[in-house]
Antibody
Framework: EVQLVESGGGLGQPGGSLRLSCEAS????????MHWVRQAPGKGLVWVSHINTDGSRTNYADSVKGRFTISRDNAKNTLYLQMDSLRVEDTAVYYC?????????????WGQGTLVTVSS | SYDLTQPPSVSVFPGQTASIICSGD??????VCWYQQKPGQSPVLVIY???KRPSGIPERLSGSSSGNTATLTIRGTQAIDEADYYC?????????FGGGTKLTVL
């Protein structure tokens, strides 16, 4: 069974940092592109970032570019999101999600999410 | 940046057909997928590549796409279908979501 389990959320200070992790199991993690998607309280889904299978290619939403860094450790089956220079508007539930090998952009497995709250 | 537009809300009586439209420039030239999200839960993929259903998704959910619009259709709507629905496309190496539509079963 495919499982994605996020962790690392919590309270962060404006200007501070947090590091999210997403531990994957039940599939060959190194074969899949992975994404982070966030959802502010009561709002819609917003794509944050993605990374290819070996970590050599990444992309970011304009709202987080230069502040967030996506990475992965295929030996540990874990995806990361380093969040620096946090802003109040980064407050959201952060989901990691998997794109199928033969997919065209869809995300067919999602974690349960981890809540990040940025506040002083 | 590429934008996808959805109506904020759609209402339907039980047993009737609900249609949720997603609009975007030349959307018919991109693959569209749809997610269902119930309160407090993670999104679930219900339609991918415009018309395909993942295993476990009931046949009464279907998708179509043409021109500048994609449509999620739910036939014989049931109370369990009440949820938020999001369309999504892939554009310029990014994932783009619509704003979401709250489906209310009256």
């Amino acid at each position: 069974e495919v499982q994605l389990v996020e962790s690392g959320g919590g309270l962060g200070q404006p200007g501070g940092s947090l590091r999210l992790s997403c531990e994957a199991s039940g599939f060959t993690f190194s074969s899949y592109w992975m994404h982070w998607v966030r959802q502010a309280p009561g709002k819609g889904l917003v794509w944050v970032s993605h990374i290819n299978t070996d970590g050599s290619r990444t992309n970011y939403a304009d709202s987080v570019k230069g502040r967030f860094t996506i990475s992965r450790d295929n030996a540990k089956n874990t995806l990361y999101l380093q969040m620096d220079s946090l802003r109040v508007e980064d407050t959201a539930v952060y989901y990691c999600a998997r794109r199928p090998v033969s997919g065209f952009g869809e995300l067919n497995n999602w974690g349960q999410g981890t809540l990040v709250t940025v506040s002083s | 940046s590429y934008d996808l537009t959805q109506p904020p809300s759609v209402s339907v009586f039980p047993g009737q057909t609900a249609s949720i439209i997603c609009s975007g420039d030349n959307l018919g030239n991109k693959y569209v997928c749809w997610y269902q999200q119930k309160p407090g839960q993670s999104p679930v993929l219900v339609i991918y590549q415009d018309t395909k259903r993942p295993s476990g998704i009931p046949e009464r959910l279907s998708g179509s796409s043409s021109g500048n619009t994609a449509t999620l259709t739910i036939r014989g709507t049931q109370a369990i279908d009440e949820a938020d629905y999001y369309c999504q496309a892939w554009d310029s190496n990014t994932v783009v979501f619509g704003g979401g539509t709250k489906l209310t079963v009256l």
